[in-house]
C-alpha cells in the first residue's frame, strides 16, 4: 500500500514542489509518487510569480553549490544531516561503488522518504553501486549523532547540510559545532555547509505568503549571521577553519530557463544592492 504522504509539512511539500521543476536528481519522481502522474504537467502550466522564481533559482544554487565541495572533497563516507526530502544520497550511490552514505533526518521525515526511495528504486528499477543507509537522527543530540558516526565505515568523512543552521539559535548551533567538531577530530575530513546566511534588510512589497509566514515562525531572519566576518569568527571560536567557499554555479541552473531577460536583469540589479545572502563554505576542525 502507498503511505499517506499528509504529514508532509507545507513548507517541505513547497520546496519539494519548487525543486521539481528543476534538474535535481529524483525530486521530480518524488512529486509524481506524492501527487500523482500528471502533477508536473499541472505545475508546468502554472504563470510563476516572481518571488517563487526568485526562490527556485536560490534553492538549487544552494544544492548545486554544495555538490560542488562535495565532489571536489574526494570524499567516500559522507552523513548528511537535516537532509530533508532531497535524493543527493540516492543519486551518488547509483554511481559511486565506494561511497557510503548516511542520509539523516527527525523520525517524520525519515520515515516518508524510506518509502520514496524504496518505490523509486522499486519503479525506476535501480541498481545501487554504494551503500545508502537512510536513518533518524536529530543532530542536537551528541550521543546519537556519535552513534551514527560509529556505523561507517573508518576513514575520514564529510559532514554536510543544506538547511539548518538557520532553525537553530546561537546556543543551538554551540552545540552542533561542538558535535560535529567532535566527530571530525575523531575521524578527520570536513563539514561542508550550505547553510552560512547572513542577515539583510527587508525589500519593499515582500511577499507574505506561506512560505514566508513559515520563516517568520521560525525565526529564521533572526537566526542568521550578522554578516559573513562574524559567521568566520563564530566558526573559528568553535574550532573551525574556513578552507574553502563555493563559487558561483550560475551556469549550472536549469532553473533559468523559466526567467525572462527582464527578470534577469532585475534580479542581477538586487544581487549587485543587496549583496550575497548566502554562501557554502568547507570547515575544517582545528
Given at each position: 500500500?502507498?503511505r ?16 521539481s521543476?528543476?534538474d ?14 500528471d ?6 502550466d ?5 518571488v ?23 570524499s ?12 543527493r544520497g ?18 517524520g521525515?525519515i520515515?516518508?522518504?524510506k ?22 537522527l ?12 560509529n556505523?561507517?565505515?573508518l ?30 577530530k ?34 529564521v ?17 568553535q ?6 567557499k ?7 541552473l ?11 536583469k532585475?534580479?542581477k ?5 543587496i549583496?550575497?545572502?548566502r554562501?557554502?563554505?568547507v570547515?575544517?576542525?582545528?
Open positions: 500500500m502507498n499517506d504522504y499528509s504529514s508532509i509539512s507545507p513548507s517541505a511539500k513547497s520546496l519539494l514542489l519548487a525543486k521543476l528543476t535535481i536528481p529524483f525530486v521530480a519522481d518524488a512529486v509524481k509518487l506524492i501527487y500523482g502522474n502533477a508536473l504537467e499541472k505545475l508546468y502554472k504563470d510563476f510569480d516572481e517563487f522564481l526568485k526562490r527556485l533559482v536560490h534553492f538549487e544554487s544552494r544544492y548545486l553549490s554544495l555538490d560542488s565541495l562535495l565532489f571536489a572533497s574526494g567516500l563516507n559522507i552523513i548528511e544531516i537535516s537532509s530533508g526530502y532531497s535524493f540516492l543519486d551518488l550511490v547509483l554511481r559511486h561503488p565506494t561511497i557510503y552514505y548516511l542520509d539523516t533526518d527527525l523520525q521525515v520515515d516518508i522518504k518509502d520514496l526511495v524504496d518505490r523509486l528504486i522499486i519503479d525506476e528499477k535501480l541498481q545501487l553501486k554504494g551503500k545508502l543507509k537512510i536513518e533518524a536529530n543532530a542536537l543530540d551528541e550521543d546519537a549523532f556519535s552513534n551514527v558516526i556505523q561507517m565505515p576513514g575520514p568523512i564529510s559532514i554536510i547540510n543544506e538547511g539548518l543552521l538557520v532553525y537553530l539559535n546561537n546556543e543551538e548551533k554551540i552545540s552542533l559545532c561542538k558535535t560535529i567538531h567532535k566527530s571530525l575523531q575521524r578527520g575530513g570536513y563539514w561542508i555547509t550550505a547553510d552560512v546566511y547572513v542577515k539583510r534588510a527587508a525589500l519593499k512589497n515582500e511577499t507574505n505568503d506561506h512560505f514566508s509566514q513559515f520563516l517568520e515562525a521560525h525565526h531572519e533572526d537566526n542568521k549571521f550578522d554578516s559573513f566576518e562574524q559567521a568566520e569568527h563564530f566558526f573559528l571560536e574550532g573551525f577553519k574556513l578552507t574553502t563555493a563559487t558561483s554555479v550560475w551556469h549550472q536549469s532553473s533559468l530557463k523559466y526567467i525572462d531577460i527582464e527578470l534577469l532585475k534580479m540589479e538586487q544581487a549587485d544592492k549583496g550575497r545572502i554562501e557554502t563554505w570547515l575544517k576542525a582545528i
